[in-house]
């Protein structure tokens, strides 16, 4: 064997281990630095807002397009620095080591509403859906696969949920009562990734809007 079919394989060998270790690093929940927690924010109107955490990259955020910004490290022993159009939200906090997901009110100058996830699990080839119920006067809220299944039942007003699920192609359909939401395809997503669902609308007219999670960098 000679010395550039030699160096081919060794390439070769680093591309697929490096690829393979990236898929397997996926498969786990990152690691926080001592006093720190993961915060995210949801804007569940149409009405674009400018939303920054502390001092990273600035978001616009809607239900129209993107409706949740990437989890972002802070340090949970300093007040949480919040900027939505421009304007500081005092008097927020993160708890430590917490996933936390701050609602954005459809007033930008009131305080959103602070909501702790379920950490994440992601150590088996499984991955993780989340839904938050923020339809308007939807109590009662289900989600089901388009054939019928249930995934999510009963689900309160402003509550939240999880579960574990298989990483394949499905099609969701929301309901509160007898109203349903138009059909919602996931966006692809790998074991290990977690997708948010947001019911949002009102009772007589809901909406389902979901993205797979993301943190920054």
Do not use: H
Request: proline share 8%.
């Amino acid at each position: 064997m000679n010395v550039r079919m030699c160096l081919w394989l060794g390439l070769g060998l680093l591309s697929t281990g490096a690829q393979a270790a990236s898929e397997i690093a996926q498969l786990y929940a990152p690691k926080l630095p001592e006093g720190s927690a993961y915060v995210r924010v949801v804007n569940p109107g149409d009405t674009a807002m400018q939303v920054r955490i502390e001092q990273g990259a600035t978001f616009a955020l809607s239900a129209q397009s993107t409706v949740a910004s990437p989890f972002q490290v802070v340090d949970s022993r300093q007040p949480l620095k919040l900027t939505v159009n421009g304007r500081e939200i005092t008097g927020l906090s993160a708890p430590k080591s917490a996933w936390v997901t701050l609602i954005l009110d459809s007033d930008p100058a009131r305080a959103p509403r602070l909501v702790i996830d379920p950490p994440l699990r992601g150590k088996d080839l499984r991955a993780e859906l989340s839904v938050y119920n923020l339809s308007s006067g939807c109590e009662k809220a289900e989600v089901k696969l388009a054939n019928g299944a249930p995934v999510f039942t009963q689900l309160p007003f402003n509550g939240q949920a999880q579960r574990t699920i298989n990483p394949v192609q499905a099609t969701l359909v929301a309901s509160c009562n007898d109203n349903a939401s138009l059909p919602l395809k996931l966006a692809p997503f790998k074991a290990g990734d977690r997708y948010s669902l947001f019911l949002i609308g009102s009772r007589q007219a809901p909406r389902l809007i979901g993205l797979v999670d993301q943190t920054a960098p």
